[in-house]
């Protein structure tokens, strides 16, 4: 376990392992195919971890004892690092790394592993050509970031995106991209600068697409701002398992921010903001599946109005524990990004796309 840092790893060389956690010396656990599994690997002590945990986050100027026993870091390569130690973790150091796909997926690589149906991929291609405000909404690993990789990809290359995270794991294709990521506080407890302090600022340094990792607190406000202001086809990603649950989320994170609006306005400046949520999530056989793409189309009274235009319907399992089912069309044939979509000349494209899925479920 000693060479554990190196490339020489067989954990950091598999591709098939997205997360690796260590839970003190003696269990390391991985996530192959959505799904948790133990190894055999084994570290000699507590110490011996702890050492290994030290010199992963020395890489990148960071420290992790027993006076700053919490450290996030992003690895050279890309990797998400999260360790917390002794006296806070109870058992020895406890190690998480979110591994870095260095293949980039496509939605057409998404359609064949079954996440999206050809012509759900068809309607979310368009969405993202046509400049729609979307918001990626999902659990802990259900591929809310992998998607809005996805996702940016049909953005077309002379536009200037900015983007926002806490640590940067978006892959962007386009030429002119500008990454910003947040940088924690030093040991004083100064030099702080979170992802309020970028959104902000990214509003001065002429963005075309502001694309945000992922929305936890306050900066959602400056997210909706911005969407509204001109930064058409902006995105991000939030924690919630459903597409209403998403925008009660929102509004918990607009009033996290001491910000002392009436809850309509909040609600109306959600639906002057966002087009869009595209829910993802992982099942319980560990498979990832897009479960809904879903339009914010206005209010009726205090309430906001939403509308599926794709719906995955789970039928049933087969004989090895697969969940087995289906996307289907709600049968809307014009939504309300229509006219966005005729002004990118794209709405027969848009027509075809849910006509097909119309036919391919009924």
Request: with cysteine.
């Amino acid at each position: 376990m000693a060479q554990f840092l190196g490339g020489r790893s067989p954990l950091l060389a598999r591709d098939d392992i997205a997360d690796i956690m260590v839970n003190g010396a003696k269990n390391v656990y991985i996530e192959v195919n959505g799904k948790v599994e133990q190894t055999n690997i084994r570290f000699r002590d507590n110490q011996q971890l702890l050492n290994i945990c030290q010199r992963i986050v020395s890489q990148v100027g960071r420290r992790v004892d027993e006076s700053s026993p919490i450290c996030d870091a992003r690895l050279p390569d890309g990797s998400r690092v999260n360790v917390i130690a002794p006296p806070l973790a109870i058992d020895g150091a406890s190690l998480t790394i979110r591994k870095f796909k260095k293949d980039k997926l496509t939605l057409d690589q998404l359609v064949r592993y079954g996440s999206i149906s050809p012509e759900g991929a068809e309607v979310l291609k368009i969405i993202g050509r046509v400049r729609c405000n979307v918001v990626i909404s999902g659990g802990t690993g259900s591929g809310k970031t992998t998607l809005l990789n996805c996702l940016t990809h049909y953005i077309d290359r002379d536009e200037r995106i900015i983007t926002c995270e806490d640590s940067a794991e978006l892959q962007l294709q386009q030429p002119h991209v500008v990454r910003l990521e947040t940088r924690p506080p030093n040991l004083e407890g100064e030099g702080e600068v979170t992802m309020r302090d970028l959104v902000k600022n990214c509003l001065r340094m002429r963005p075309e697409r502001i694309i945000v990792g992922e929305v936890r607190g306050p900066e959602v406000f400056d997210l909706l701002q911005a969407m509204n202001t001109g930064h058409d086809g902006s995105m991000g990603t939030i924690h919630a398992n459903s597409p209403r649950e998403c925008l009660n989320r929102i509004e918990s994170m607009v009033a996290m921010g001491g910000f002392s609006l009436p809850q309509r306005t909040v609600r109306e400046i959600i639906v002057g903001s966002v087009d869009v949520i595209v829910q993802a999530a992982r099942l319980r056989d560990g498979s990832r599946r897009i479960t809904h793409i879903t339009e914010v189309v206005g209010m009726e009274g205090d309430v906001i109005i939403t509308q599926d235009l794709v719906r995955y319907d789970i039928q049933g399992e087969d004989a090895s524990g697969r969940i087995v089912g289906r996307h289907v069309a709600t049968g809307i044939a014009r939504p309300a990004f229509w006219e966005r979509a005729r002004y990118y000349g794209e709405e027969a494209r848009l027509a075809a796309a849910l006509e097909a899925m119309e036919k391919a479920t009924s």
